[in-house]
């Protein structure tokens, strides 16, 4: 079994290396990524920030090519137990020095420096060190042993969605719905108990009303209320239609009982109210949207 997983270590290392590495050297929001991590901090410049992060995403795609084309041979494996290592470093500076940065491990991880970063590096350093110790290319062995095979790589694929906090969506966040689902909600049974209204806002900002009404918004939350089963949030914004900006107070009402853990699509109403008047501001907040899907405006 031992010679099994070595053998098969170069797949999916590789893979790993080759989406997160692709994320990194190609991806549209390098820059913004680069910005929250420790980079920017180390180089002093945000723009030498982004040419590390693209460097260190092609260099992860060279290794993962080696690792894929060239298995059974000690460079590539190597080379990623390199790589593993110098996460690692990064990642104990990081945690040091800037806790609140971040992690930039993948391309679409943003949140801080947590223990899963520090897990998931630790296994490219293993599964480079393994991959180092190939004797056979993983599709021989593969092909040789396709039950085993299969197990054993359900098995590594498993542990790295479980450390890899961009791949929740697929499979964290599903659970927890499911486990709602069954189990009931925790504050289903107390009526006294509500939603905080931090979880409403953050809901509220994964919406398409969010995304719709953002051009118009000035502020941060303002006010917030509750009625009939729903929860008002206020903010402070500016419409200009044909150049002439005018204040305004952007309202939204979602569902009060509502989180991330029991929607992903909240049921949202927004409106704008003209601050001079108090009248509501008949405006189109889909225009320009792609697609225009349906949202209610109140």
Excluded at 65 to 74: E, I, Q, R, S, Y
Aim: hydrophobic share 50%; proline share 6%; charged share 20%.
């Amino acid at each position: 079994m031992v010679s099994l997983a070595v053998n098969l270590a170069p797949l999916p290392l590789g893979v790993l290396l080759a989406l997160t590495g692709a994320g990194k050297a190609f991806g549209r929001q390098a820059a913004r990524q680069a910005a929250g991590t420790v980079l920017v901090r180390v180089l002093n410049d945000g723009r030498r920030a982004t040419a590390a992060l693209r460097a260190t995403g092609a260099a992860e795609l060279v290794v993962a090519a080696g690792l894929l084309a060239a298995p059974g041979t000690t460079v590539p494996g190597l080379a990623a137990a390199a790589l593993g290592l110098a996460f690692l470093g990064y990642l104990g500076y990081a945690r040091v020095t800037a806790p609140e940065s971040s992690c930039g491990c993948t391309a679409r991880d943003e949140g801080p420096v947590t223990w899963r970063a520090f897990v998931r590096a630790g296994l490219v350093v293993a599964g480079g060190a393994a991959a180092a110790g190939a004797r056979t290319s993983w599709w021989q062995q593969a092909a040789g042993r396709p039950v085993a095979s299969a197990v054993c790589l359900a098995v590594v694929a498993a542990a790295l969605a479980a450390v890899s906090k961009d791949l929740d969506e697929l499979w964290l966040v599903p659970l927890r719905r499911t486990r709602l689902r069954v189990l009931g909600h925790p504050l289903g049974g107390d009526r006294d108990v509500e939603v905080p209204v931090a979880a409403s806002v953050e809901l509220l900002e994964r919406s398409l009303a969010w995304v719709a009404a953002a051009p118009v918004v000035r502020s941060g939350l303002i006010d917030h209320w509750d009625a009939d089963g729903w929860r008002f949030l206020r903010y402070a914004g500016v419409h200009g239609p044909g150049g002439a900006a005018r204040p305004v107070t952007v309202l939204f009402a979602v569902d009060a009982r509502a989180t991330r853990d029991t929607t992903a699509s909240p049921a949202v109403r927004v409106t704008l109210i003209d601050d001079r008047t108090d009248e509501p501001v008949p405006v189109d907040l889909l225009d320009g949207l792609p697609g225009r899907p349906s949202l209610p405006l109140a």
